[in-house]
């Protein structure tokens, strides 16, 4: 993790990480003003704080209470050195707790990070750099043995020169990659979180059978949601990018919207105008992107090059943010190697759907075939031997796809988790079922897998699937663990031969489809200096279902962006209009305000935790509406999760409306009290809200212009670097093509 440290007034310092800033000073006796804890006492705090968090993490885990737990830690210096230190940790248990429960808490504390890495021994690099933000790989720390070539299947380059090459794109466009987190906890299993230093919402995870393969894995991902926009889905990026010669690539085109706002001609063709305007009720405005909000401008559209034939289609951009997040997108070495990358993920998450709704029993793979990947079958036991059983099936409905899946079962809470992966090599489809599994997940974080269920319509409504997708928190049925198979097992092999084997495997992918009766479109992205593509299956990879462009289409943020951000500038007859749109929106009232808009708040402030409900509710006291108001604070009051002091904040105003809406109460008689139970701040920004004095306490002014949204703000500078290298990589072709 990037720490940037900023130097304050006198001794004190500022210290910035992610969306956090933490001060320190001196105590007065070494010429500070002792406005803030020192460096020293933060380190000394990490580690209790750190044992504090295991010792909740189990007791969360176990449904023990913490309430009778108490834990201090006291530092022991040596008199002759005063860097020998002992770091004495105590924790005070009830007296009915288990001895086993008592162990187990103490055996919690040993697994404490900041522990682990001080007993280790940190080593510490200090040096001097022209600019911080250069030497853009200097976190990766991950040395290959020079000279060394690793290849593994599906790869056309060595893992060392294709992570550095990966490298090398990243450092290029002047992104500071680092490594969040490593894990290991079977073996042969690897995964690691990877993310901008400089922009932590652009985030990738990466798995393998070794670190290499996890680091390659994670790189590739990153690049390929560089290369199709996917950080920034959903997300405005401003109004200088909305203005600009383009918003997503060079080669786009807008279209705009016929008369009665129908389809333009030109986008789409015949075949995906069947799947996606069956019928006919489908817009030009639902069309619109929601990156640029430009609605001027038209609707933004995107070539594909459909298989068939090779002619070129444009798919509105919106369509496909909409519609297929992040499925059929892979960078690789080659285009054939992504190619295969992109097929393969899109025929994973169409069979995964297949049998998980139609409550397919898969047959299992016999323990012979097994026994020919003593790698897989070493991880498998790894997990078997903590308590977890596994279970191995074919998913490839009888040998016709490339998909494999590896279930867990966790007998501590009756969760399960069943994983899939696709390859035209079977050994490398189970490879990345098992690795999938484990990715960025510690043996404590298998205790939140779902339960599964004999109810058909849990698992075969729509936002089930979308579950699977988006973090498999989705449920299995319980019809899927018969031992009666739906299918025979089948060893099959779709892999290629010799050096053209990745190009061979493509063809094969694509022509499944093709037998399928599937039309398949592709874009392939090379401006930022490595290959990536996109593929898209119409009415086979989309993840959210068709009807969501009508009804729950993103670009709902344009009715209401511009009004929320400017907010704090609105007369009350627009505030009355942005509450009757959002009224009429039939919006749940606890969508966040975040996803709404697509707008980067910081987590940590009120804009951060805003919701639907939140916001109806401060433009009702806005405009004086006092019974509204105090009906959604009850709501708020008995729904919502929310800051202690943000709580507070309603309590008080919830007391204060009671008395204010009663005429037998007058608020003077009770002034005195409620300040002295919610204290003077609370109260002044209660009573301020009601006569008009503060409006929407809590939200900091800002406009459409972004101020003050550092985070957001960071998000768009991310996406600036690659509208830069887009633009020269362009205008380098077309004065080559001169």
């Given at each position: 993790m990037e720490i940037k440290v900023d130097f304050l007034d006198k001794f004190r310092l500022q210290a910035k990480f992610d969306d956090f800033t933490v001060v320190a000073d001196?105590?007065?006796?070494?010429?500070?003003?002792?406005?803030?804890?020192?460096?020293?006492?933060?380190?000394?705090?990490?580690?209790?704080?750190?044992?504090?968090?295991?010792?909740?993490?189990?007791?969360?885990?176990?449904?023990?209470?913490t309430d009778n737990i108490r834990l201090s830690q006291n530092n022991i210096v040596d008199p002759e050195d005063r860097y020998k230190q002992i770091f004495k940790i105590q924790v005070e248990l009830p007296a009915d707790l288990s001895d086993k429960d008592r162990q187990g808490i103490l055996r919690s504390i040993e697994r404490c990070t900041v522990k682990k890495v001080v007993q280790t021994g940190p080593e510490f690099v200090i040096e001097e750099v022209e600019s911080l933000d250069a030497d853009a790989q200097a976190l990766l720390m991950l040395n290959p043995v020079a000279?060394?070539?690793?290849?593994?299947?599906?790869?056309?380059?060595?893992?060392?020169?294709?992570?550095?090459?990966?490298?090398?794109?990243?450092?290029?466009?002047?992104?500071?990659?680092?490594?969040?987190?490593?894990?290991?906890?079977?073996?042969h299993v690897w995964s690691l979180h990877v993310r901008d230093a400089y922009s932590p919402m652009c985030f990738t995870n990466g798995k393998g059978s070794s670190k290499e393969s996890a680091l390659a894995s994670a790189l590739g991902e990153y690049i390929e949601r560089l290369s199709c926009n996917h950080f920034y889905n959903d997300r405005f990026w401003g109004e200088d990018i909305a203005n600009a010669e383009f918003v997503h690539y060079p080669n786009e085109r807008w279209f705009k919207p016929g008369r009665k706002d129908a389809l333009p001609a030109g986008i789409l063709d015949e075949y995906c105008l069947k799947i996606y305007n069956p019928d006919g009720d489908l817009r030009g405005s639902h069309l619109y992107d929601t990156n640029s909000g430009n609605v001027e401008r038209g609707i933004c559209s995107l070539p594909y090059l459909r298989q068939s034939d090779g002619q070129v289609v444009y798919f509105p951009s919106n369509l496909i943010d909409n519609l297929f997040l992040s499925n059929g997108m892979s960078a690789g070495n080659t285009l054939v190697e992504a190619q295969v990358q992109c097929l393969s993920e899109i025929f994973e998450r169409a069979v995964k759907r297949e049998i998980i709704e139609g409550e397919i029993a898969l047959p299992d793979v016999p323990h012979g075939v097994l026994e020919k990947f003593p790698g897989i079958l070493a991880g498998i036991q790894g997990l078997e031997e903590q308590g977890f059983p596994v279970l191995v099936k074919d998913a490839s409905l009888g040998g016709i796809y490339p998909v494999m899946c590896v279930t867990l079962m966790n007998p501590r809470t009756g969760g399960v988790f069943a994983s899939f992966g696709a390859h035209p090599s079977l050994e490398v489809a189970l490879e990345r079922s098992l690795t999938e599994l484990l990715q960025g997940r510690s043996f404590e974080g298998l205790n939140d897998l779902p339960r599964p269920t004999f109810e058909?319509?849990?698992?075969?409504?729509?936002?089930n699937f979308v579950e699977h997708f988006i973090d498999s928190s989705g449920v299995v049925s319980w019809r899927f663990f018969s031992a009666k198979s739906d299918f025979d097992f089948v060893e099959w092999d779709f892999s290629g031969q010799g050096e053209n084997s990745n190009a061979e495997e493509a063809e094969t992918l694509f022509g499944i489809l093709k037998g399928m009766g599937k039309e398949s479109y592709m874009a392939v992205y090379d401006q930022l200096g490595a290959i990536a593509c996109r593929i898209l299956v119409p009415g086979y990879s989309e993840i959210y279902p068709v009807e969501d462009l009508i009804w729950d289409n993103t670009n709902k943020a344009l009715l209401?962006?511009?009004?929320?951000?400017?907010?704090?500038?609105?007369?009350?007859?627009?505030?009355?209009?942005l509450l009757e749109r959002l009224e009429d929106s039939e919006l749940d009232n606890y969508t966040d305000i975040i996803t709404l808009i697509g707008i980067e708040f910081d987590e940590n402030t009120a804009w951060g935790q805003l919701t639907i409900l939140e916001l109806k509710l401060l433009i009702h006291l806005a405009l004086k509406q006092f019974e509204a108001a105090q009906e959604l604070t009850e709501t708020f009051l008995q729904y919502n999760d929310n800051t202690v002091e943000r709580g507070l904040f309603y309590q008080a105003l919830n007391v204060v409306l009671e008395v204010v809406l009663d005429d037998d109460l007058e608020l003077a008689d009770y002034e005195a009290n409620f300040r002295r139970m919610f204290g003077n701040p609370c109260m002044d920004a209660v009573l301020g809200s009601v006569d008009g004095r503060v409006r929407f306490h809590g939200l900091t002014p800002t406009s459409m212009k972004l101020e003050g949204l550092d985070r957001h703000q960071r998000l768009i500078d991310s996406y600036k670097k690659l509208h830069v290298a887009r633009a020269s990589r362009y205008s380098d072709t077309i004065i080559k093509q001169k």
């Open positions: 001196q105590p007065i006796r070494y010429k500070g003003d002792g406005s803030a804890p020192g460096p020293f006492d933060y380190f000394l705090a990490s580690s209790a704080l750190c044992a504090a968090y295991f010792v909740k993490l189990y007791c969360v885990n176990r449904n023990i209470s000279e060394s070539s690793t290849y593994i299947t599906g790869k056309d380059l060595p893992l060392e020169q294709t992570i550095a090459n990966m490298s090398g794109v990243l450092a290029g466009l002047g992104i500071k990659i680092e490594i969040a987190s490593w894990r290991n906890i079977v073996p058909s319509q849990a698992v075969t409504e729509p936002n209401f962006r511009a009004d929320i951000l400017n907010l704090h500038g609105l007369d009350d007859a627009s505030l009355e209009a």
